[in-house]
């Protein structure tokens, strides 16, 4: 339906719904997995309200010819706002939203917001990273998601509902992104001629769990064999978490040296963001293995697990999102990697966490 926006039909028709009833919210909450086409659908969406070409009460498709497309187009709308996380900044600075101190009030998303559109009728502001929006940044937000100007439209762009702040969801409608289905994301590697080979694009599909970001992670070569050397190590019993340590520590530390300069601590967090949400899909997919019933979509393509007890499975899924937090937090990544491993080991030896793993919750 409209172009580069695939597996989101459900969304789509959602807002179109909004706007022929008249009935489009100004604040939104887009909730769902890195990867699966949150940003380009908001994208979208804002050339399409502002398309100089669309009938009123109707969201079709924008022409992408005139004026309002050509400039949405080079990034260059005068009626579109985008903040997103400074490169090289764990957070949201308030200035991106009200000015810095010299100018508080005077700049900033919520002033441009404010302003009457250049072009057409309306202004719309997206906001990526919203799971890093600091409590300042987000009370600054608070009166335009409150009084929001006439037919302003404010697009908030998270992953999960755990990590915003209860004010903005409180303020916000929440729209929900499902992760994409293997045949989606297999088609979208080829089309972007991320890999050549249709087989290689099936593999990589089945193990995205559903996100194309993940998806062209795991397409570097070195990156998919590692991982297949690391899960069988990862999910037996015979848990050896000083080897894995090693390992690991080394497959962190690779993509560190590969990164632009600047960008090593960035890129080693983000692989090791991957080895935790890789390892927790494949204990997802153990639980389900173990209750007898078909995993969802989004795990479908990972290697077949071994059926686990629910109790082993849920505290090794507990412990790998407790990692995941805990990264966005900064922890000390060596030490976080040897306390994750050394609980998984306790999960999957014992078959449920150690007083020592408790205790340091
Ligand atoms: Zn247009």
């Known amino acids: 339906m409209w172009q580069g926006i695939d597996g989101h039909d459900s969304v789509v028709e959602h807002f179109r719904q909004s706007v022929s009833h008249n009935r489009l919210a100004s604040s939104y909450l887009f909730l769902g997995p890195a990867g699966v086409g949150k940003r380009l659908f908001a994208g979208q969406l804002a050339q399409s309200l502002l398309c100089g070409s669309q009938a009123p009460q109707q969201l079709a498709a924008p022409c992408d010819s005139c004026e309002s497309c050509r400039l949405h187009a080079v990034g260059n709308h005068p009626d579109v706002d985008v903040v997103s996380l400074p490169a ?167 993509a560190g040296e590969e990164a632009k300069a600047g960008e090593e601590a960035n890129d080693r967090r983000r692989r090791l963001r991957l080895v935790f949400q890789l390892a927790g899909g494949h204990f997802r997919q153990a639980l389900f293995a173990g209750c007898g019933a078909r995993p969802p979509r989004s795990l479908a393509g990972l290697p077949p697990a071994e059926p686990s007890t629910a109790e082993t499975a849920l505290a090794a899924i507990d412990c790998c999102l407790e990692a995941e937090i805990a990264l966005d937090r900064y922890a000390n990544q060596a030490t976080l990697l040897e306390c994750w491993l050394d609980d998984l080991a306790d999960i999957l030896v014992a078959g449920s966490p150690s007083d020592r793993a408790l205790k340091r919750r």
């Open 88 to 254: 090289g900044k764990r957070k949201l600075p308030i200035k991106l939203f009200v000015g810095d101190q010299a100018h508080r009030h005077q700049e900033g998303l919520c002033h441009n917001v404010s302003l009457r559109p250049m072009l057409g009728k309306r202004r719309v502001a997206i906001i990526d990273d919203a799971d890093h929006l600091t409590t300042e940044s987000s009370n600054s937000l608070l009166k335009t998601l409150e009084e929001p100007p006439p037919g302003a439209v404010l697009i908030l762009i998270g992953t999960s509902r755990a990590r915003q702040l209860p004010t903005i969801v409180s303020r916000t409608q929440v729209i929900r992104f499902e992760p994409l289905a293997p045949e989606i994301v297999r088609n979208l590697l080829l089309q972007k001629e991320i890999v050549a080979e249709p087989a290689d694009a099936e593999r990589l599909a089945s193990i995205s769990g559903g996100s194309m970001e993940r998806a062209s992670e795991l397409a570097d070569a070195q990156l998919g064999q590692w991982w297949e050397r690391l899960l069988p190590q990862l999910t037996t019993s015979r848990f050896d978490s000083r080897r894995l340590t090693t390992d690991l520590t080394e497959f962190v530390n690779q």
